[in-house]
């Protein structure tokens, strides 16, 4: 058993009270008796504000994490994910995951006692959506007296109803994560989808859905999640895991192949049956696929004005099945309506299953999301002095309450000094995934994007200013960043360093080498800088571009430099500059 685990837990079963008689449904069917099945760990804080609802996908159920015995398989399907020190910190939180209405693990279902009938319900059981699951999960909260959840995540299915929760009771949760997600789904998710439920239902065993107590649709449910397990991987995960290899010990036919991938698939179909029913498959997979924000009428932008949580949106860079263009989709719509957004691209050759994978970088980013920012000395960060007074400078040119990004903003040190400071708002951009765990620790909003592609998720004039600090040298298409900078902001700031310094021609000059100092310690061979501009080029390339120099600061770095300056001989005695630039 693993050391960080939480040990041996159990499977909870509660009856939900219904005053008014019955569970009404959106489609327009009811349950007179609903049961739910869930797990509880971690201690509630005495205020009950420390809970997290973990939504479970397709195939999963209660038993999240820890052990139901001391066999290693009794695992909880996201053990790696919640736990001591984890991801989901149960140290910290009371984390709450229930299986989902329609479920074949505890909680009522098509396998479930109809009431009226004495009989298994079957297709008897009423259509289901996601905002019905929800609902029955909200019950559940409130027959445990929950009255706010600190957080709700989930993945796939999960992912839809953390949306869910989030339309539906917007004042009730204070972060959402939804990973590998979108607001609805894709062609092509619902195209695999409805083969695979053909697939059930073309099984002469199914029945039309009576097949309880006689053999059951094995093998259509078999293909089904072959079929679907297909569209968990990806191509990379499938090449090395599998290739072409081949079992030797397996009795081969013309149309019965001997690759292991062949085997692999067998195997997860086996067992699937073994533990998930098929009915619970065909109502579930239906009710993911008529999922949509915007099925009750008007705009995403009109839904998500409404909501008040704090979202973190992450996608699998080799999900095909839910494309990460599709969650940054989702997050830069939530970022257009003016919410508060995390958007980050999870590298990993797994495919869509790869968050219920062990991966370092996605405990981290949803262990730094789940943190309090302004606990234990998280607000406070070490720069040197010239970090120091360039921050200073660039904070005075910003107006209170208004509306900033930062472009290459780091680990956000600056964006959280700004973000306590006079009301101002503000978001940052950057493409290290350590940066997107260091800015969700001090609470700064942040998209992973590559500046070199653009903006375009950003509509013009959104933001008050863009700042681009010690970050242009860096780039490969400063021209291309300067023209979005100045698309999305009606005003920019850019810091540089002055190649042209008269520090750096002395050194270049007499020992001919790239220049080191205390802010460029990097060789000429692992340098990032792949610019050396000075003022006077950032002059001449705003005069060919028609911006608009609104303010200089020449700043520098010695009495030398000073003397220099002083005589306003900038481009030589700068050491570094900080610019306020607009559109003419």
Known sequence: MNKRSIGIVHTEIMGIPLPDGDFKLERGGTLSRVEVAFERYGKLSEKGDNVILVCHALSGDAHAAGYHTNDEKSVGWWDNMIGPGKGIDTERFHVICSNILGGCKGTTGPSSINPATGEIYATNFPEITIGDMVELQKKLLDLLSIRRLYGVIGGSAGGLQVLEWCVRYPDFIE???????????????????????????????????????????????????????????????????FGRERREDRERSPFNTDFQVESYLDYQGRSFVERFDANSFLYITAAMDSFSLTERGGSLDEVFRKLESKFFIISVSSDWLYPAEQSKELAENLL???????????????????????????????????????????????????????????????????????????????????LIRDSVSVHGIDIDVKNIIECNRKGVSVFQVDLDEGLGMIPDNFYDYAILSRTLQEVHKPHLVLTEMLRVARMGIVSFINFANWKQRVVLSIKGCLPLSQKMTNKWYNTPNIHFLSLNDFKDFCMENDISILEVVSIPNGITSHIFTYLKRYNIGADRVIVKITKK
């Open 175 to 241: 972060k959402a994560v939804c990973i590998a997600a979108t607001e609805s789904l894709s062609a092509q998710a619902l195209s695999f989808d409805i083969v695979a439920r053909n697939i059930i239902m073309a099984d002469p065993l199914w029945n039309d859905g009576y097949y309880y107590g006689r053999d059951i649709p094995n093998k259509g449910l078999s293909l089904a999640r072959m079929i679907g397990h297909i569209t968990y991987l990806s191509k990379e995960s499938m090449d090395v895991k």
């Open 336 to 418: 257009i309506s003016g919410k508060d957004v995390t958007y980050c691209n999870l590298a990993s050759q797994f495919g869509h299953d790869s968050f219920l994978i062990s991966n370092s970088d996605l405990n981290s980013l949803i262990y730094s999301f789940f943190e309090d920012p302004y606990s234990s000395n998280k607000k406070d960060q070490i720069f040197d002095e010239a970090h120091i007074k360039d921050f200073e400078i660039i904070a005075r040119m910003i107006k209170p309450s208004s509306k900033l990004l930062d472009l290459g903003c780091g680990d956000g040190s600056f964006l959280q000094k700004m």
